[in-house]
Every structure is written in C-alpha cells, then in structure tokens.
C-alpha cells in the first residue's frame, strides 16, 4: 500500500488542486492533505480558518474512491526541522506530491522521495486570482468545487474577505457613479443609510 502527501494553504481549495489530487490517486492507494499554516486566518492572504479549509477539502475530496486523511500543519520558522515537524502531525506517508522547489529538496533532504505534481491552468487556477475576484465582486464559483463553493457561501466568506480588504465589492464603474445620497442606496449590497442618526 503507497500513500501520498500533498500540502496547500488552500486559500481556497481550487479546482488547480482537485486535477492535481486527481492525478495523485493514480500513484497511490491513500492520501494525506496537509493544510499548511492553520494557524493563520483572517487576512487578505489567508482569509479562512483551518477548521473550514478542513471542510472544504474533505468535501471535494468525497468523490473519490481513495481513503483520505485532512490534517492541519502549522507554520514553523525553521526550514531544516519543517519535515520533521510535518511527519509528527500526519500519518506515515511514502511519497510526497509539491511543485515548490523548496518543499522537494526539504523532503528529498529527509530521505523522503518527492514527486513534482502537474500545474493546471495555473493563470486562473491560483488562490491569489480567486480572492481578488471575490474582493471585487467577480464570478469565482466556477474555479472552484461545488461544494467548495457552498461552504464559502455558507460561512459568507465572500464578505469576510472584502471587510478584511476594506472593500464592499462594488467596482470602480460604481464608485463613479455616486453623486448622491440615494445613489448608495440603489446600489446592490449597499445598507439603506436613510435611517442613520449621525450622532451616534
């Protein structure tokens, strides 16, 4: 029995990783997840928990026949014990799966064999693209799983990631437009302010 290890920070789980978890089973008969700095949330960069990355992943990873493991790996600050560090949080695994330089040469430094895993559509399919198109009030659902994409919505994720940005997701064309007041409130997702004591 061969079981494999793939790391992200799954900010969010995108399509990029599911082809690239569907190309790992192929070679392998069970398959650790490491979500990568759990320990940070709550910012443009990495806008959800580990607890949610941990959903979103197990439930795109249901429709494959493969037994999985979803384990969160904090951030260490010290490269040569962060293999070490990994393999204390996750179960024994033969082979690991990354496109980072830095992770092969760390695992094939520890003795651990270290397979470099195809990219798709790496343009679109990065987690940096996905966010600025949630900032922005832009489509996103269709980078991602389905499910995934029900449990960013279910946790309103979307509106987290633009409070964190200082944005409301309106785009530039409706900045322009404001003139007034009534304005604002004609805008979609904007808060009716008619009723607002501004003394406080």
Known sequence: MIRGFYI?????????????????????DELVLGVGSADVSHNTHDPFTAGERIMMVTKALAEFDLVTYV?????????????????????????????????????????VPARQSPMFHREVLEGTQIRERMINGEDW?????????????????VSRLQHLD???????????????????????????????????
Request: one cysteine or more; hydrophobic letters at 35%.
């Open 71 to 111: 384990v969160p790996i904090e951030d260490i600050d010290r490269n040569s014990v962060w293999v070490s560090h990994v393999t204390s949080m996750c179960p024994r695994f033969d082979v690991a799966y990354s496109n980072n330089p830095l992770v092969i040469q760390l695992f094939e430094e520890a003795g």
């Open 141 to 157: 659902q269709e980078l991602v799983p389905n499910v995934v994409a029900e449990t960013i919505e279910g946790i309103n994720g």
């Open 8 to 28: 992200g920070r799954f900010q969010p789980y995108h399509e990029g990783h599911h082809r690239m978890v569907e190309r790992i089973t192929e070679d392998v």
């Open 166 to 200: 200082g944005s409301d997701g309106m785009g530039a064309e409706d900045i322009e437009d404001i003139e007034s007041i009534d304005d604002i409130e004609n805008i979609d997702g904007v808060a009716d302010l008619s009723d607002t004591d501004p003394s406080g």
